[in-house]
């Protein structure tokens, strides 16, 4: 059971419909990125039926942390992210792997350890966090351990609490160029059958009473023609938008992509993911930034 995360964003879905694949193969690996987490109260989140009284005040506790998807094989896995054998480490950046957010305290100081990361390869559309139907070249998962914890008035992450990220990649830079060349030409031919149409129902008014039976029959079997190709062309524009990457996309300098936002869960017990009653709940969202290569 993946409580409260139903509607919410399918990243965090049960891995049904995609297949994972050898990560390393892809770019994202030796690429440095930071990650901005924004914990706190989610539409569908079941963290207060948990945890009574976790978020009610709605405030938000922001955390950043550096990391670098690595090359290396992970000595863990994780059911959510993806099989052991494809998953790799995630490395943890930032001196001492630490930083810092402001409290009603003041300042607080908060740890980051090491995680793993994994891409796999969606075979159907999934929703993301505006609830779009999208279909990203790669659905990547990773998890950080939050070892110091941290809390702001009632959001907290209790110490060496595991949190898992969810969200689009898009790590073939030469497909995803190929794929927004052949968006602009649907489009050209999409406004070139618009241009046709209109120009034809303005000779058919135009001439309504002289064209002859065989002229308007001509016009309009091109008109039926030009709908079918305009529906066609309409389809194959909406796969190409669900399957590119949205225009905020963070980049790295190698091309490789991350969609603007995703999801953050936590584990809601102890139960082993192979055993019913297992069940993850929404912790907030996060967004990432390109680190330029030194």
Not at 255 to 267: C, H, N, Q, R, W
């Amino acid at each position: 059971l993946l409580a409260g995360l139903v509607s919410f964003f399918v990243w965090n879905g049960i891995q049904v419909g995609s297949l994972a694949i050898p990560s390393p193969t892809s770019s994202l690996a030796r690429t440095r990125w930071k990650l901005l987490l924004d914990v706190g109260i989610q539409p569908g989140t079941w963290m207060p039926k948990r945890f009574p009284g976790w978020g009610e005040s709605g405030v938000r506790l922001p955390l950043q942390v550096t990391v670098e998807f690595t090359s290396q094989s992970s000595p863990a896995g994780e059911t959510l992210v993806g099989p052991k054998a494809d998953t790799f480490v995630l490395k943890v950046c930032d001196k001492d792997s630490t930083t810092t957010f402001m409290s009603e305290f003041g300042e607080q100081t908060v740890t980051f350890a090491d995680g793993g990361w994994c891409i796999q390869r969606p075979t159907a559309d999934i929703l993301n966090a505006e609830g779009s139907a999208v279909k990203p070249e790669g659905l990547l998962r990773f998890w950080l351990d939050c070892s110091s914890g941290a809390k702001k008035r009632d959001v907290e992450i209790v110490p060496r609490k595991r949190i898992f990220f969810t969200t689009g990649v898009w790590d073939d830079p030469q497909g995803v160029e190929s794929m927004e060349r052949e968006y602009q030409l649907v489009l050209e031919q999409l406004q070139t059958i618009m241009n046709e149409t209109r120009q034809i129902r303005n000779d058919a008014a135009n001439n309504e009473k002289t064209d002859g039976l065989l002229n308007k029959l001509s016009e309009f079997r091109t008109l039926v023609g030009n709908s079918k190709d305009f529906d066609r062309l309409v389809s194959q524009k909406e796969a190409l938008e669900r399957a590119s990457p949205p225009p905020s996309v963070s980049q790295a300098t190698n091309g490789v992509k991350i969609a603007p936002t995703g999801s953050l869960v936590v584990k809601g017990n102890s139960i082993p993911d192979w055993l019913p009653g297992s069940e993850y709940l929404i912790l907030g969202t996060f967004s990432t930034k390109a680190i330029e290569d030194d």
